[in-house]
């Protein structure tokens, strides 16, 4: 009896409408609910939230990807459609579920959202995101892109402004758990033993003060700034000659500010494996019982960078190149911080397109001095242009024509003028004197003398033509106007024809002679029918 009265009804039962006791059957599924209630709850998964601040829809795919590529892939999630990314408008959200070594349990569920811009406007989306909660399972990403790094230290003051705008905001309730969330990670153990055992912080954690520098801005939640394209650093060395200083002082100055927030660093790419999914998860607090996690810092480097949450120091960061300013650029940074809260709250807003202006900038703000060593290739200066700024207008197609149409008009008009001043007054110009000479003079302008070599002897070809065709032109005209030459006058016209022909036939010979093969510079060789005297040999004479 004792057996079926414990059976019959081991949860309180409640009287129906007719006063009936419950039947077996009524009695039993309750008993299935509560039990099956009870096990719903012990496994529910644990929800973790992922605010990605920043990037395009194409940057943010990628970091999808990333993450996913660590998570193994189940057999049965072959054929299993992806969840869809909305990340097309303002606030877009997708999940992912982080699977443990054994494909087969899940460890926790990813609730991804995407802001991509950091417009004050947006701000109400994501403040009911941040609920008493929510803020110890939630982790922020500040999405940068290294194909612009010169504007990242102006997206994290902008996000930043954002972030402290909204947290302010809060009620007493959600204050109170950011303020224990930071306290807890602040009194976590220096290192990645944390990470390793995959304990929650609070077993074994010892308590070590704060180093300079460190905390100085808290934002109530954890951060980790990705910078990702990291294949891209060798695009920046060959086309805008960046050299080992410029990628030390990025990161050095991203590593001085970041620790003011208690903020991890890492640089990604989807061609080259990274430690960002295990970076994440360990942050959130996501740990596998089969698989142990490891992170190991690396700031050497230069395109796979990691600085784990609360290992950098100002002593690390210095060691890497000397010269760094960290104390001024610490300082300076909570300035700008600081400046950017009270503009915030005045209603004056400023976007991440925005180029800097030192005259405007805070004293001892270190914003202009970023952006003056990494400065924008692609800028102009507003004394460059006339009207500062992204847009230009262009004319239309008819309005151009007509613009060309008046200038050729006014260019065919001086032409015209220049040539009939130049017909009224010939040596006025140049260039008409020029245009008026024979072709063959132009042309031997160009060429210049030509050179003979006749016997040894160099003449001028041209020179000897001009001067028998100027005595040939002189003859003819002194047989006109014997009065021009006195010394002419006196010769007749044939004895100039015949001393022209003479000379032709002189020059003629040495043609022939030089043509012939006789050495040049060699006296001709006597006529075989002469003798020594001149006098015509015997030979000769029997011959005639």
Request: net charge negative; aromatic share 6%.
């Amino acid at each position: 009896m004792s057996r079926q009265s414990n059976f019959r009804d081991p949860v309180p039962t409640s009287k129906s409408r007719n006063d009936r006791p419950q039947s077996s059957g009524e009695s039993e599924k309750g008993m299935w609910s509560s039990m099956l209630d009870s096990v719903a709850r012990g496994k529910k998964l644990p929800e973790k939230d992922l605010v990605v601040l920043g990037g395009t829809p194409d940057t943010q795919k990628e970091l999808l990807e990333i993450l996913s590529s660590d998570a193994p892939k189940r057999p049965q999630d072959r054929h299993k459609r992806k969840p869809v990314i909305a990340n097309e408008f303002a606030l877009g959200y997708t999940y992912q579920d982080v699977l443990d070594a054994d494909q087969e349990d899940i460890l926790a569920r990813l609730s991804i959202y995407f802001l991509p811009e950091s417009s004050p406007t947006f701000a109400p989306l994501l403040k009911p995101l941040f609920t008493p909660q929510s803020i110890p399972e939630t982790l922020l990403i500040i999405l940068l892109d290294w194909s612009e790094p010169w504007r990242w230290v102006r997206q994290i003051k902008n996000w930043i402004t954002m972030i402290r705008d909204i947290t302010s905001s809060l009620g007493d309730a959600p204050t109170e758990s950011m303020e224990r969330t930071m306290k807890e990670w602040q009194q976590r153990k220096r290192g990645i033993s944390a990470y390793d055992t995959g304990s929650t912080g609070n077993e074994g954690s010892v308590t070590l003060p704060l180093s300079q520098g460190e905390w100085d801005e808290p934002l109530g939640l954890p951060l980790c700034v990705v910078c990702h394209g990291a294949d891209k650093v060798d695009a920046l060395e060959v086309e805008h000659g960046w050299k080992e200083e410029e990628f030390d002082f990025v990161l050095q100055f991203l590593r001085t500010i970041l620790m003011k927030h208690g903020a991890s660093l890492i640089y990604t790419s989807t061609s080259s494996p990274n430690s960002l999914p295990t970076l994440i998860h360990s942050t959130l607090g996501i740990h596998s019982q089969l698989k142990k996690q490891t992170l190991k810092h690396n700031v050497i480097d230069r395109d796979k960078i990691l600085v784990p949450p609360k290992w950098d120091s100002w002593g690390k960061i210095r060691v890497l190149r000397e010269g760094f300013d960290v104390e001024g650029t610490s300082s300076g940074w909570s300035i700008d911080i600081e400046a950017s809260v009270s503009t915030a709250a005045n209603g004056d807003t400023e976007t991440n397109d925005a180029e800097p202006d030192s005259s405007t900038s805070p004293k001892g703000a270190v914003l202009p001095t970023y952006e003056s060593t990494i400065p924008n290739p692609h800028a102009y200066s507003s004394s460059q242009l006339s009207n500062p700024g992204i847009e230009t207008s262009t004319p239309t197609n008819q309005a151009f024509l007509t613009t060309q149409l008046e200038i050729l008009e006014k260019l065919k008009a001086e032409e015209e003028a220049a040539a009939a001043s130049s017909e009224r007054d010939p040596n006025s110009s140049t260039f008409s004197n020029a245009t008026n000479k024979p072709h063959d003079e132009r042309v031997n302008e160009h060429i210049g003398p030509v050179q003979v070599n006749m016997g040894g002897i160099q003449v001028d070809a041209d020179d000897m033509l001009k001067k028998l065709r100027s005595r040939k032109e002189g003859a003819e005209g002194d047989s006109r106007t014997p009065e021009a030459n006195t010394e002419k006058a006196n010769k007749s016209p044939d004895d100039m024809k015949r001393e022209n022909e003479a000379l032709n036939s002189f020059f003629a010979g040495l043609m022939k002679r030089g043509a012939s093969g006789t050495p040049r510079g060699t006296p001709a060789k006597r006529d075989a029918s002469r003798d020594s005297s001149g006098t015509p040999s015997k030979k000769a004479a029997a011959r005639d």
